[in-house]
């Protein structure tokens, strides 16, 4: 158990020094179980994902998309020869032409709306599907009329644009070879008047006539180049398909945008749940007890139908699994050593640390150890009230021959009945005016030594260590701490000062036990102010049960009386079970 614990300990070290003393599986399975408490950020999540989700699909349903595509060529190429790399179009710059503002002017012209070129091109879209030569014109609008007629002006006013363009520059080279032209006519005439001239079969005749071959072959070269030029094709595409309004809206529709809703709900739910995870400073795991205590956590406390347990004295699942706690720490080298138990709470109610502490020491005297249970809870002890003390035997606190009024320990062991586990001795607590020196009085040292005897334990119980002083008071004479916590009530810096202030005062945190009760981080309000719980009670289990209840409230009112000088005043007292002698006479005594 020893060795277990020392595991443990070495693990949460690597962790604080940044190791990893879990497998990533187990962490990443643990982080998950704790984002599922966050369930109402998940659901919060969820619902603003379908509300986007249902609002995306509503307001999208309201657009139409008509479409038309215009197949781009090379102007000037011949349709019907092979097109080389020198004819392929630059698809790029074309897609940048359709949506330049040239292209939305002239479109604007053609629906009959100049100056509004801007507002136009706010529903154009223009594409080029890969590998291919064709742009596609997509038009988004609220009225389908509209955005088909829209779509096929855009696409007549590129290839407007486009051809527009090829016969400027036409025009311009046309020009150009017009002009080398000119000149070359007019020598051709001066050529023919100087061959009319000039005697036939002289020199000079024949230069002229050379001289004119020349030129005229000039002139028909430029001529043919005008030609060809005049004769290419200026159209730079086709319309192969042209816009038409669309029957329905272009959006995913409602369900669609629903499904992506839902799912990119749980994705913003789990990221808020995450978030809260990290900035959570509460204990969500046994995983996380055991980082911030350093110890190992020895027990986890089965849930109960009604939350708290209504008795004292567990049973069941609940009552094994304290056995198996007491197993736990009986085979434990530091606890067999010392065989002494605090049993405390970081912070808030003592009532499961008061539970825990009793089965316990009824689960130690199960296993054949003298036991001891102490209640060093000074200030609102209960503990004697609620318990069935051993039948014949009087409280010590009845009478205490020798002991000064008002101090504690009393001096005389209350035997209280556990059922099968046997019979254990409880120290009642009482109220004192100095609690802190009773606790450290020579009196309670002695007390404590009774674990010094072979085969005896001594369970302490004591108040929130966060709360008051009286654990910490104690730590230095029992050594071994058992804390007893809610995980999803304290705080990890609440565990984290616990441990400081145990190992600080000389003592060994044990271990932890977690439970689901509840009452772990708020203190319980003073008594008398009529907001303290009640506390749970052991019921009767001896067929006596029937006939005592008939002077039960006799029996109360003289107990009453002999407690007064250490009871507090206004508290409730539930479940007293205290035996008169003379219910000796109804049966054998419990052993």
């Given at each position: 158990?020893?060795?277990?614990?020392?595991?443990?300990?070495?693990?949460?070290?690597?962790?604080?020094?940044?190791?990893?003393?879990?497998?990533?599986?187990?962490?990443?399975?643990?982080?998950?179980?704790?984002?599922?408490?966050?369930?109402?950020?998940?659901?919060?999540?969820?619902?603003?994902?379908?509300?986007?989700?249902?609002?995306?699909?509503?307001?999208?349903?309201?657009?139409?998309?008509?479409?038309?595509?215009?197949?781009?060529?090379?102007?000037?190429?011949?349709?019907?020869?092979?097109?080389?790399?020198?004819?392929?179009?630059?698809?790029?710059?074309?897609?940048?032409?359709?949506?330049?503002?040239?292209?939305?002017?002239?479109?604007?012209?053609?629906?009959?709306?100049?100056?509004?070129?801007?507002?136009?091109?706010?529903?154009?879209?223009?594409?080029?599907?890969?590998?291919?030569?064709?742009?596609?014109?997509?038009?988004?609008?609220?009225?389908?009329?509209?955005?088909?007629?829209?779509?096929?002006?855009?696409?007549?006013?590129?290839?407007?644009?486009?051809?527009?363009?090829?016969?400027?520059?036409?025009?311009?080279?046309?020009?150009?070879?017009?002009?080398?032209?000119?000149?070359?006519?007019?020598?051709?005439?001066?050529?023919?008047?100087?061959l009319d001239a000039t005697p036939a079969g002289t020199t000079d005749y024949d230069t002229t006539v050379a001289?004119?071959?020349?030129?005229?072959?000039?002139?028909?070269?430029?001529?043919?180049?005008?030609?060809?030029?005049?004769?290419?094709?200026?159209?730079?595409?086709?319309?192969?398909?042209?816009?038409?309004?669309?029957?329905?809206?272009?959006?995913?529709?409602?369900?669609?945008?629903?499904?992506?809703?839902?799912?990119?709900?749980?994705?913003?739910?789990?990221?808020?749940?995450?978030?809260?995870?990290?900035?959570?400073?509460?204990?969500?795991?046994?995983?996380?007890?055991?980082?911030?205590?350093?110890?190992?956590?020895?027990?986890?406390?089965?849930?109960?139908?009604?939350?708290?347990?209504?008795?004292?004295?567990?049973?069941?699942?609940?009552?094994?699994?304290?056995?198996?706690?007491?197993?736990?720490?009986?085979?434990?080298?530091?606890?067999?050593?010392?065989?002494?138990?605090?049993?405390?709470?970081?912070?808030?109610?003592?009532?499961?640390?008061?539970?825990?502490?009793?089965?316990?020491?009824?689960?130690?005297?199960?296993?054949?150890?003298?036991?001891?249970?102490?209640?060093?809870?000074?200030?609102?002890?209960?503990?004697?009230?609620?318990?069935?003390?051993?039948?014949?035997?009087?409280?010590?606190?009845?009478?205490?021959?020798?002991?000064?009024?008002?101090?504690?320990?009393?001096?005389?062991?209350?035997?209280?009945?556990?059922?099968?586990?046997?019979?254990?001795?409880?120290?009642?607590?009482?109220?004192?005016?100095?609690?802190?020196?009773?606790?450290?009085?020579?009196?309670?040292?002695?007390?404590?030594?009774?674990?010094?005897?072979?085969?005896?334990?001594?369970?302490?119980?004591?108040?929130?260590?966060?709360?008051?002083?009286?654990?910490?008071?104690?730590?230095?004479?029992?050594?071994?701490?058992?804390?007893?916590?809610?995980?999803?009530?304290?705080?990890?810096?609440?565990?984290?000062?616990?441990?400081?202030?145990?190992?600080?005062?000389?003592?060994i945190l044990l271990g932890a036990v977690l439970h689901s009760w509840g009452s772990g981080g708020e203190q319980?309000?003073?008594?008398?102010?009529?907001?303290?719980?009640?506390?749970?009670?052991?019921?009767?289990?001896?067929?006596?049960?029937?006939?005592?209840?008939?002077?039960?409230?006799?029996?109360?009112?003289?107990?009453?009386?002999?407690?007064?000088?250490?009871?507090?005043?206004?508290?409730?007292?539930?479940?007293?079970?205290?035996?008169?002698?003379?219910?000796?006479?109804?049966?054998?005594?419990?052993?």
């Amino acid at each position: 158990m020893s060795a277990a614990r020392e595991e443990v300990k070495a693990a949460a070290g690597q962790q604080v020094a940044g190791g990893h003393p879990y497998d990533e599986p187990d962490l990443l399975r643990d982080q998950f179980r704790q984002l599922l408490r966050y369930r109402l950020l998940i659901v919060c999540g969820i619902l603003v994902g379908l509300v986007g989700g249902a609002w995306l699909g509503l307001t999208a349903n309201r657009s139409y998309i008509a479409t038309s595509e215009v197949r781009v060529r090379m102007q000037g190429a011949d349709p019907f020869e092979p097109a080389t790399a020198a004819d392929r179009v630059v698809m790029g710059s074309e897609r940048r032409t359709a949506v330049s503002t040239v292209v939305a002017e002239a479109a604007a012209n053609h629906l009959g709306s100049p100056g509004q070129a801007r507002e136009l091109r706010r529903g154009l879209t223009v594409t080029n599907p890969p590998n291919t030569e064709i742009l596609r014109f997509s038009y988004s609008s609220d009225d389908p009329e509209l955005a088909a007629e829209r779509a096929n002006a855009f696409a007549d006013a590129y290839l407007a644009n486009r051809q527009t363009d090829a016969e400027e520059i036409i025009a311009h080279n046309v020009a150009s070879l017009e002009g080398q032209r000119e000149p070359l006519l007019e020598r051709r005439e001066q050529l023919d008047a100087q061959l009319d001239a000039t005697p036939a079969g002289t020199t000079d005749y024949d230069t002229t006539v050379a001289e004119l071959a020349s030129v005229t072959g000039e002139i028909s070269s430029l001529q043919s180049q005008i030609a060809g030029l005049q004769a290419r094709d200026t159209t730079g595409g086709d319309v192969i398909t042209a816009a038409n309004p669309p029957g329905s809206p272009s959006g995913p529709g409602l369900p669609l945008m629903l499904g992506l809703g839902y799912v990119v709900g749980i994705g913003i739910g789990l990221l808020a749940a995450w978030i809260r995870l990290v900035f959570d400073p509460t204990v969500r795991s046994a995983g996380d007890v055991t980082r911030a205590l350093r110890a190992p956590v020895l027990g986890v406390l089965p849930r109960t139908g009604r939350g708290h347990p209504d008795q004292l004295l567990a049973e069941g699942r609940l009552a094994e699994e304290y056995r198996s706690v007491a197993f736990r720490l009986a085979y434990d080298d530091d606890f067999a050593r010392r065989r002494r138990l605090l049993v405390v709470a970081p912070r808030g109610s003592i009532e499961t640390p008061l539970a825990a502490s009793v089965n316990l020491t009824a689960a130690f005297a199960e296993m054949g150890m003298d036991a001891l249970l102490v209640e060093a809870d000074l200030r609102t002890p209960t503990l004697s009230d609620q318990l069935h003390h051993a039948d014949g035997v009087r409280p010590g606190w009845a009478a205490v021959p020798g002991r000064p009024e008002g101090t504690w320990p009393a001096g005389v062991r209350v035997p209280i009945d556990a059922g099968e586990s046997g019979i254990f001795d409880l120290v009642p607590g009482r109220r004192v005016r100095n609690v802190p020196r009773a606790l450290t009085s020579p009196a309670a040292t002695q007390l404590l030594g009774h674990a010094d005897t072979k085969g005896a334990v001594v369970v302490a119980l004591a108040p929130a260590v966060l709360s008051y002083a009286d654990a910490i008071a104690l730590v230095d004479r029992v050594d071994g701490v058992l804390v007893v916590c809610d995980p999803s009530q304290v705080r990890r810096d609440d565990l984290a000062r616990v441990r400081e202030l145990v190992v600080g005062a000389g003592g060994i945190l044990l271990g932890a036990v977690l439970h689901s009760w509840g009452s772990g981080g708020e203190q319980t309000p003073a008594p008398g102010t009529g907001g303290e719980a009640p506390r749970p009670r052991i019921t009767e289990a001896t067929p006596r049960a029937m006939a005592r209840e008939r002077d039960r409230a006799d029996r109360e009112a003289r107990d009453t009386r002999a407690a007064r000088d250490y009871r507090d005043i206004g508290s409730e007292t539930l479940g007293l079970r205290v035996l008169d002698p003379a219910e000796l006479e109804e049966g054998p005594t419990r052993q």
